[in-house]
């Protein structure tokens, strides 16, 4: 059973353009959520996060919205431009006692277009 | 800027081989993590480690087994490996506490086994 889902698995966005990026999740114990951004035959590397007690984080070009209520998420990437062409990766972290656990969506592969 | 290094960035090898991925980093990070992740798919976790002789597994059940002798370092083994081992594997790891510092990937080794 898939916790976090990209139901989009690419979209394509002209440059200078808004690219929007969502993620939806099922366990509403989740707490915190991360965007995570890969190029090929590189390892993610941390974009932005939010904490579950709020609902916008804004850095830079980049915000992250979250809907507690709809148990949704969206990246929005504004202006756009070619070197974000990458897959983003929604996780979203679950504390278990002492543990701490990121669950990963599937990936959304952006390609900004000139 | 975080340092976590992977090697070898590519293996393939023949069934039945056993190979060790390796995994450093030099951040100090208590907490480190083994993921797994095929095309098009989520990263799993298989096996995480909260500091020293500290090893667990994770959500994805795997054959592979890890050891934490050191903190900087954590080491991935398979002793027999079978094509269903081909994927590409991610270590990541974390300072101490529980915090919302992000994970920080290394570039990952991408195995095939044939």
């Known amino acids: 059973d898939q916790q976090v889902k990209q139901n989009s698995p690419s979209l394509s966005v002209q440059e200078g353009r808004i690219s929007i990026l969502n993620c939806d999740y099922t366990?509403?114990?989740?707490?915190?959520f991360l965007w995570y951004k890969k190029y090929p035959a590189e390892g993610p590397t941390f974009l932005i996060s939010?904490?579950?007690?709020?609902d916008k984080n804004e850095d830079g070009r980049f915000t992250v919205f979250l809907n507690k209520s709809a148990k949704h998420l969206s990246l929005h990437i504004v202006p756009s431009q070619p070197g974000d062409s990458a897959v983003y990766f929604c996780?979203?972290?679950?504390?278990?006692?002492?543990?701490?656990?990121?669950?990963f969506g599937t990936g959304t592969r952006l390609q900004v277009t000139l | 800027e975080a340092d976590i290094y992977q090697t070898p960035r590519y293996l393939v090898i023949g069934t039945g081989k056993k190979i060790t991925l390796e995994c450093s980093q030099t951040?100090?990070?208590?907490?480190m993590y083994w993921y797994q992740q095929d095309p098009g798919m989520e990263l799993h976790l298989i096996h995480y480690?909260?500091?020293?002789?500290?090893?667990e597994k994770g959500d994805l059940s795997s054959e592979s087994t890890v050891s934490r002798i050191r903190t900087e370092h954590f080491p991935l083994t398979l002793e027999s490996a079978r094509p269903s081992h081909t994927s590409q594997y991610l270590c990541?790891?974390?300072?101490?506490?529980?915090?919302?510092?992000?994970?920080?990937f290394g570039n990952g080794t991408r195995l095939t086994v044939t």
């Open positions: 366990n509403s114990m989740f707490d915190y």
């Open positions: 939010i904490s579950s007690i709020k």
């Open positions: 990541a790891s974390s300072p101490p506490g529980l915090n919302n510092s992000p994970l920080h």
């Open positions: 996780a979203a972290r679950l504390h278990t006692g002492t543990a701490s656990k990121l669950t």
């Open positions: 480690s909260y500091g020293v002789n500290s090893t």
């Open positions: 951040m100090g990070h208590d907490k």
